[in-house]
């Protein structure tokens, strides 16, 4: 490979349509302030390098990216491009990745509203992201080791898995379908309303009314806090080991088992899916 150290460029494509270049110790920065430093490139590795200007990984083939920063001024950074590896990295850009595809990233600070949007199997780990709208439309995602805070994350994704994660989230997963969230904690209002074929395995679940309006809903093992208004018009199998502040009209065929619940609420004729309360069970038998 062609081997660019310890330069400045900031001038508009400064290494458009590059082909097998090691990019080391480099600055992305000027007056010039110009876009699209490595646009149209294929077989590219960046390592401690700094970008603060925009666009500068667009319609790529191969890149890894390492040991690198892209500030708040580099905007829009990776965009349809594929087969992407990035470590230890901050992408603190606006709509850091979209429509890209094949993407791996592992101990990356994220700060990057509507970051991930329509990006196909991308596997993250051990990271941290703050976002709104993270990952929108995005699938074949499998996060793990993974520190989300933001809104609406999560919404419109398919064929994910998520594993010992941590989530600060309004409104995520909402029309999420075919998922697996393992081990990990869910905090936020309004959990994965109207999402279709979704597992909650072992997770601890916080906030006001959560899952919804969802299909083929399962909870394994689940705590579930602060949770009122639960699985409204929702069809669900669950086994929950918490106390629940309390639940409305579970759909025919649901099955609900826990330990204790507040309130069933039931003012619709739909609304007929089984509460199966633990602790009642339990006073019955002592009786």
């Known amino acids: 490979m062609r081997i660019i150290q310890n330069q400045t460029f900031d001038a508009e494509r400064a290494l458009y349509g590059s082909r097998d270049l090691f990019v080391k ?15 149209e490139c294929r077989n590219i590795q960046v390592d401690g390098s700094f970008f603060n200007l925009r666009y500068p990984f667009w319609h790529d083939h191969g890149l890894i990216i390492q040991n690198s920063e892209m500030t708040q001024l580099c905007r829009a ?108 904690a869910v905090k936020g209002e309004y959990l994965a309303w109207y999402c279709e074929n979704v597992t909650f395995e072992h997770c601890k679940i916080i906030g006001t009314q959560p899952l919804c309006y969802c299909k083929n809903l399962k909870l394994i093992d689940c705590e579930m806090l602060a949770c009122d208004l639960a699985f409204e018009r929702s069809q669900v199998e669950a086994d929950i080991t918490t106390p629940v502040v309390s639940i409305k009209n579970p759909l025919e065929g649901s099955y609900i088992a826990v330990p204790e619940v507040g309130e069933i609420i039931r003012d619709i004729e739909e609304g007929t899916g089984i509460v199966q309360v633990q602790a009642q069970e339990s006073q019955s038998a002592c009786a």
């Open 25 to 39: 110790r480099c600055s992305f920065d000027g007056p010039a302030d110009g876009e699209s430093a490595f646009k």
């Open 77 to 184: 950074a990776l965009w349809y491009s594929d087969h992407i590896t990035i470590e230890n990295t901050k992408l603190h850009g606006i709509k850091a990745l979209r429509e890209c595809a094949d993407v791996k990233m592992t101990g990356c600070d994220i700060v990057s509203p509507e970051f991930g949007w329509s990006v196909r199997n991308i596997e993250m780990e051990d990271s941290d992201a703050e976002s709104e709208y993270f990952m929108m439309r995005s699938s074949n995602l499998y996060f793990k080791n993974v520190r989300m805070k933001g809104k609406y994350s999560f919404q419109y994704i398919e064929d994910s898995v998520f594993e010992n994660c941590t989530f600060d989230t309004k409104d995520a997963f909402w029309h999420a379908k075919n998922v697996t969230v393992r081990n990990s």
